[in-house]
């Protein structure tokens, strides 16, 4: 699997796009540490990105299935990005689980979430975010 594994994210790297690579590695950095699977709204309000369109970026580590819900492809892709440490797109977990820290913050913080709530127009990310927040505090 290993030798699969590395032709994908060779696949990524090979992206002429550095706009594009940085932003695989943050969908996959998402995916990878998220406490369930995501939502595509929610991933999308994550990064502040629309990623329905951007999941070709991540070198087939992700699929969407019929529910919009983002995954790994398999737990051994997951172990592989988060164990490697010399592969150019290998997660740093702490890094991982800060980033999607702020990204609950951000989004439980944000003007006139009381009034969305309230008119049910809550954001999609906010029941993650409610949830799931300390968790990758303390990670």
């Known amino acids: 699997m290993e030798a699969l594994y590395d032709r994908m994210l060779s696949s990524i790297a090979q992206n002429p796009s550095p706009t594009d690579r940085t932003l695989a590695s943050s969908i996959l950095q998402r995916v990878a540490c998220s406490l ?3 939502t595509t709204a929610e991933l999308s309000q994550a990064l502040d990105e629309d990623v329905s369109e951007l ?4 070198g087939d580590f992700v699929t969407i299935d019929n529910s919009g819900n983002v995954a790994m492809i398999h737990q051994t892709a997951r172990e592989y990005l988060l164990g490697g440490n010399d592969q150019p797109f290998h997660i740093d977990t702490t ?3 800060e980033r999607m820290f702020l990204s609950c913050v951000k989004c439980l913080v944000a003007i006139g979430l009381r009034d969305k709530v309230n008119r049910n127009q809550k954001p999609e990310f906010v ?3 409610s949830i799931c927040w300390s ?3 303390v990670v």
């Open 36 to 38: 369930r699977e995501l």
């Open 55 to 58: 999941l070709d970026l991540c």
């Open 95 to 97: 890094n991982a689980h």
């Open 127 to 129: 029941d993650y975010a």
């Open 135 to 137: 968790s990758h505090l």
